[in-house]
């Protein structure tokens, strides 16, 4: 991985941890959880699918779209990540 795209992989994990931290605490899914795992264990296309399931059936899971948001930026998909709605995100 190039040092540009390691830079902007880490500025973008940054950016989603400082938003998602002030994100109000909801409870979790089982649908959440999952996909954060399938994320942790490297299943990153399957964790994508899991994480955008569960943001279209519920738009206020903050950990949802955080999983969502890693995975994408995990598999290099930048511009998809930096599109996510960021009103949704409090």
């Given at each position: 991985m190039?040092?540009?795209l390691?830079?902007?992989?880490?500025?973008?994990?940054?950016?989603?941890?400082?938003?998602?931290?002030?994100?109000?605490?909801?409870?979790?899914?089982?649908?959440?959880?999952?996909?954060?795992?399938?994320?942790?264990?490297?299943?990153?296309?399957?964790?994508?699918?899991?994480?955008?399931?569960?943001?279209?059936?519920?738009p206020?899971?903050?950990?949802?779209?955080?999983?969502?948001?890693?995975?994408?930026?995990?598999?290099?998909?930048?511009?998809?990540?930096?599109?996510?709605?960021?009103?949704?995100?409090?």
């Amino acid at each position: 991985m190039s040092i540009l795209l390691r830079s902007r992989f880490r500025l973008l994990i940054l950016f989603l941890a400082g938003i998602f931290s002030s994100a109000r605490v909801l409870a979790q899914t089982p649908d959440t959880l999952n996909a954060q795992k399938l994320e942790q264990e490297g299943k990153l296309k399957e964790a994508a699918a899991g994480g955008a399931k569960v943001v279209n059936a519920n738009p206020k899971d903050s950990a949802a779209w955080a999983s969502l948001g890693v995975a994408l930026a995990r598999l290099q998909e930048y511009g998809e990540a930096a599109q996510l709605p960021k009103s949704n995100c409090t």
